[in-house]
């Protein structure tokens, strides 16, 4: 494997990465906002989002491209689950916390 087709590869798996994380973010919103459900703890919601999400959109997308799904892709999806959870539930708050660091801040005028 060549370092373009790498680099490539490494591209596309931190796009689905993001994707993955903004979507378990938007239904986990939309889960807490519903009517008695509002008590349920965020990061189990969040786990069990991943969890759940990761693993069909891998099976889906391996399917529609119609390539052979081993064990050691599944288990590699479970632990980029876990990375999507974690961006999922802390990843806006580093992200503000370093623009904070930057310096650009609401100034008034």
Do not use: H
């Amino acid at each position: 494997m060549n370092g373009n087709t790498m680099l490539e590869c490494v591209s596309y798996l931190l796009i689905a990465i993001g994707v993955m994380a903004f979507l378990v973010s938007t239904i986990t919103q939309v889960i807490k906002s519903w009517p008695g459900l509002s008590k349920l703890p965020t990061s189990a919601v969040v786990i069990v989002l991943s969890l759940v999400l990761c693993p069909t959109a891998f099976v889906a997308v391996m399917d529609w491209l119609k390539l052979p799904i081993t064990w050691y892709m599944i288990f590699a999806c479970i632990l980029v689950a876990f990375a999507v959870a974690l961006i999922a539930m802390d990843g806006w708050e580093r992200l503000r916390e370093i623009w904070n660091r930057t310096g650009y801040k609401n100034k008034k005028l």
